[in-house]
């Protein structure tokens, strides 16, 4: 899957997500495209104590608005690979549903993943 980063509902995505003293860059201007996701499975998370023991995994701080809901069921989904795009690509967010679409992309080698 594409990964679609955005502007989100706040300018800090520490009201969302436990960063502890990870760095991240500015929040970008315009939907853009990152890179994309493979994951490998996935489980249903059957209560809130389950949701909040799996903490350190899924990284959701406790009173975000991506904190457990009351009617919404929760899912870990288990990553396999992740692949960084040298150059990010705007997209709409009309362009972002289910469809056929067709980007130019460019992938970072494993080494350049942090960079």
Known sequence: MWIVETRGYSASASTNAILDEIEIGDRP????????VRFTSCQQY???????????HHRILA????DW???KP????HVGSV?????????????????????????????????
Request: include cysteine.
């Open 29 to 36: 201007s315009k939907t853009q495209v990152v890179g994309t």
């Open 63 to 66: 009173g975000g608005s991506y």
């Open 83 to 115: 692949h960084r795009l040298i150059q990010p690509f705007s997209v709409s967010t009309g362009q972002t549903g289910f469809g056929y679409r067709e980007f130019e992309a460019v992938f970072a080698s494993p080494f350049q993943l942090h960079v």
């Open 69 to 71: 809901p009351d009617v």
């Open 46 to 56: 059957w209560s809130h104590k389950e949701f909040e023991q799996d903490c350190a």
């Open 74 to 77: 929760r899912f870990a989904w």
